[in-house]
């Protein structure tokens, strides 16, 4: 690598880490210093957010080029939405909406509602800081929550139970992804004394009956919505959402396209990263469809240049189940150690990626479809086909050369599939290996044993074959 | 020599299961109180509650499968599937319940593949578009049924099925009353061997039981000594020793908010032209497991009542271990009770009769807070 090369991959990384302080500082600046030491004593877990920036360095360390362009570009495209959904801690609180991650925010956004992620400070907080929501494990472990719950909602339990949660006004929710997620609303709604709305997603909506029934749910939803919130439904607001988030997806699918070339022009957290955000957080966003354009484009260059995205690319895999929260960085080692590429992983791919947008009827019947066959309803509530066959599909559109599952000790869904999975790989001669580990709690295994865990795989069944 | 204290309950579930199979009565396994027992009752067919009171060691087999941190009944329901001691259960019915039965439907498919093996959906509402959607879901099932065991389930033989049910529950309902007096003629685990029979045996053996039982406990004294009323709030006991175990220390149990109980289970269902739609407001409408989203107040309020119709002096919570529905539960159920001063005692168990020097342990120390 030249050294004209290497001044440009830092000053991508300068670029970047100077853009995101700058919308970091953006909120200070917009809410005034009184109100910012207000909220920063309110809600401590913005000391922890204020370090996302250490995102960049995460996501760029070891790599070049496109690649860390692209990564780089992912940070750049949360960090500003971060600092805009933290304006809805202070303002226009009468129409902030609690919702669960798997309830897509389009309908809130077009009936001009403000949305709170439940899960998002779960989610972010270890990315960000490995052991920045243990306090929250804790906490709700001390009220009583079994440990083998789940850390995910566990530790939004324990925001909750800390109240150290925005001032919303009311819950949205279902009954997706898992039974812990589930239960944890009601503690929630007990907590917080609001009135909140749950989705029913049946189990198998492989057929016309339970279609109709949650395209109906989410009729009585924004029934409810109308009726607890100031909102109001605007359907042409939310065909334009539907129409964008489609253009996003479309350029979603061409990048998907480009990663099946061996080696991958992108991988990892360009791939994963992006859609978690975008399709999760803020769907129907331009500046989320410019960021896939403008992943797409990266890509198709390196693609024409003949630029792998890990120079030495020798194995191709898929991760199964959530991306491990608190230790992101372990692809990047695992790209330097062993030329192993993250390509494609079960929370970012879809099988409704388009909404038809001709009528009401049909843009809700999309987002139902959306929902119900959302990775983690479709995978880890879902009828087990679901789970193997997107996995085995995966495995052959991709071109991969082995299976990681992130066997995070509080999935009980996924971890009673683990069996008849070893059994499939073993009959089709897929190399598998189940990471032990808890998706936010890097007490349960640490960064040292899920490496140990990878070193062995690797060298004792991949290299060794 | 049977004393009076057992002849009542002294009846053999296996002995009258074998000979209703020997009659070519065909039990229909399932797992939940969401699937609808109504169905499994025409022809010959009669509703048989999964349990793995035959497991006689660990949980080993199905582990592999299954894994560690799943539900023990789950586990241990496989496991004995897997030994084959479970052969006799001609058809296997789930209930989309939870993630571990959800689950175990998938690995039983995968391992056994029964010739007849059906998940049923189950919304997790109670309101009216969720039982017409669950009514559907019911046709679905009865036409399954039907076609594979060439049985023809209408209206008719389905009001008369739903009207054998509830003739059982009321004359158990006539037992279960006299748990609500101030001297009971039996214990909570005698009671619980007659829930246990009822749940696994079809309707005709059951009959002659209840009969016998209703003869005989005018004239029977309490059977065991105790310091204080429990009450068990749980999932699924089928080991009436675990009750024994809690008796053994002082506490009588005369109520059981559990799925194998008789609270709310004995309750009857409503009849009208519409079968399915009798049927699926009955389950969702009166199963009170926390799996459901929208019935959290009426829990809190069955429990409540409870506590007053059977003069509770104290509550044994009792989830199995890696149930998340429960665990989350519990946690919300004891604050409740705390709040109104009940004593409440979380015993996190396994599915499987065990450790019953802890079980002791826990429950002397909890009659003794009662007492205080």
New interface residues.
């Given amino acids: 690598m030249g050294i004209f090369s290497q001044i440009q991959d830092q000053m991508v990384f300068y670029q970047s880490w100077i853009k995101n302080y700058q919308n970091i500082l953006r909120m200070p600046l917009d809410h005034g210093p009184i109100q910012t030491l207000q909220n920063l004593y309110k809600y401590p877990w913005l000391w922890q957010l204020a370090k996302v920036n250490r995102l960049l360095t995460i996501v760029t360390n070891g790599r070049q080029g496109n690649y860390r362009k692209a990564n780089a570009a992912v940070v750049e495209k949360i960090v500003p939405n971060l600092v805009h959904l933290l304006d809805n801690l202070v303002k226009d609180t009468d129409r902030l909406v609690l919702h669960e991650d798997m309830v897509p925010p389009e309908i809130l956004f077009a009936m001009g509602l403000k949305t709170w992620m439940s899960e998002l400070l779960g989610i972010l907080m270890p990315i960000v800081d490995s052991h920045s929501v243990e306090k929250y494990i804790d906490i709700a472990e001390n009220?009583?929550?079994?440990p083998?719950?789940?850390s995910l909602p566990k530790s939004t339990m324990g925001i909750m139970l800390n109240k150290e949660v925005p001032p919303v006004k009311a819950i949205l929710t279902s009954?997706s992804p898992?039974?812990?997620g589930?239960?944890?609303?009601?503690?929630i709604k007990?907590k917080l004394n609001i009135p909140m709305f749950?989705l029913?997603v049946?189990?198998?909506f492989y057929n016309e009956?339970?279609t109709?029934?949650f395209a109906?749910?989410l009729k009585?939803m924004i029934k409810w919505l109308e009726k607890h919130t100031p909102g109001k439904m605007d359907w042409d607001h939310l065909r334009v959402i539907c129409e964008e988030r489609n253009k996003m997806a479309a350029h979603e699918l061409e990048l998907w396209e480009s990663i099946r070339q061996r080696p991958a022009p992108l991988a990892a957290e360009a791939i994963y990263l992006s859609h978690l955000w975008c399709f999760n957080v803020m769907p129907g966003d331009p500046s989320g469809t410019e960021l896939f354009e403008y992943l797409t484009k990266l890509a198709n260059e390196n693609i024409q240049k003949n630029i792998a995205a890990v120079p030495n690319e020798k194995y191709r895999t898929v991760l199964w189940n959530p991306p491990l929260l608190h230790f992101i960085d372990l692809f990047s080692w695992a790209e330097q150690q062993y030329g192993l590429t993250l390509i494609m992983d079960s929370m970012s791919y879809n099988r409704q990626p388009f909404i038809d947008t001709s009528t009401n009827d049909s843009m809700l019947k999309g987002l139902a479809h959306i929902i119900m066959t959302g990775p983690m309803a479709r995978h880890t509530?879902g009828?087990?086909q679901n789970y193997f066959d997107d996995m085995f599909y995966l495995y052959t559109y991709f071109d991969l050369d082995m299976i990681l599952v992130a066997g995070h000790?509080?999935c009980?869904?996924t971890?009673?599939?683990?069996?008849?999975l070893r059994e499939k790989c073993r009959n089709k001669g897929i190399p598998l290996l189940i990471i032990d580990y808890d998706l936010s709690d890097p007490r349960v295994v640490s960064h040292d044993g899920i490496i140990q865990q990878l070193d062995r795989f690797m060298e004792n069944i991949v290299i060794r074959s | 020599m049977p004393t009076q204290m057992n002849i009542a309950f002294n009846f053999s579930t296996n002995q009258l299961l074998e000979t209703a199979i020997n009659n070519n009565d065909i039990p229909i396994g399932y797992a939940c109180n969401y699937v609808p027992r109504f169905l499994l009752n025409v022809g010959k067919l009669f509703p048989y509650r999964i349990n793995a009171n035959r497991l006689s060691g660990g949980t080993e087999l199905a582990d592999i499968y299954l894994s560690q941190v799943n539900c023990s009944y789950t586990r241990s329901v496989l496991e004995i599937a897997m030994d084959d001691q479970l052969e006799f259960i001609r058809g296997w019915i789930f209930a989309a319940g939870c993630d571990h039965l959800r689950r175990l439907y998938d690995n039983l498919q995968y391992i056994i593949a029964p010739d007849f093996c059906y998940i049923l959906d189950v919304p997790h509402k109670s309101g009216h578009d969720a039982i017409s959607w669950f009514s559907q879901e019911l046709n679905a099932l009865s036409a399954a049924i039907s076609k594979h065991f060439q049985i023809d389930i209408n209206k008719m033989n389905l009001a008369q099925s739903i009207s054998d049910h509830n003739s059982l529950m009321e004359s158990l309902q006539l037992i279960a009353n006299h748990r609500k007096n101030d001297s009971l003629p039996f214990s909570g685990a005698e009671f619980h061997r007659l829930m246990h029979a009822t749940w696994t045996l079809p309707i005709q053996s059951m009959k002659p039981i209840i009969e016998n039982i209703k003869n005989q406990l005018p004239n029977r004294p309490c059977p065991i000594q105790y310091n204080a009323r429990v009450l068990i709030v749980s999932s699924v006991i089928d080991q009436y020793e675990w009750i024994e175990a809690i008796e053994n220390n002082g506490a009588l149990v005369v109520a059981d908010r559990f799925c194998t109980g008789a609270i709310p289970q004995l309750e009857i269902c409503s009849q009208t032209d519409d079968p399915f739609y009798n049927m699926a407001a009955h389950l969702l409408q009166t199963n009170v497991c926390p799996r459901m989203m929208d019935t959290y107040e009426r829990r809190l309020e069955l429990i409540d009542q409870t506590i007053q119709d059977y003069q509770i002096d104290g509550v044994i919570i009792a989830p199995i271990k890696f149930c998340d529905i429960w665990g989350v539960e519990t946690t919300q159920l004891i604050s409740f009770l705390k709040k109104r001063g009940i004593p409440v005692l979380r015993l996190e168990r396994d599915y499987s009769f065990s450790v019953e020097g802890q079980i002791s342990t826990r429950v002397q120390a909890f009659i003794e807070q009662i007492m205080q």
Avoid: F, T
Avoid at chain 1, 143 to 146: D, N
Avoid at chain 1, 182 to 187: E, G, R
């Fill in positions: 009220a009583g929550i079994p083998d719950v789940c009954n898992c039974d812990g589930m239960a944890s609303y009601q503690l007990n749950q029913d049946p189990y198998n009956r339970a109709d029934y109906n749910e009585r509530r009828p087990a000790i509080g009980k869904n971890a009673a599939l683990n069996g008849i």
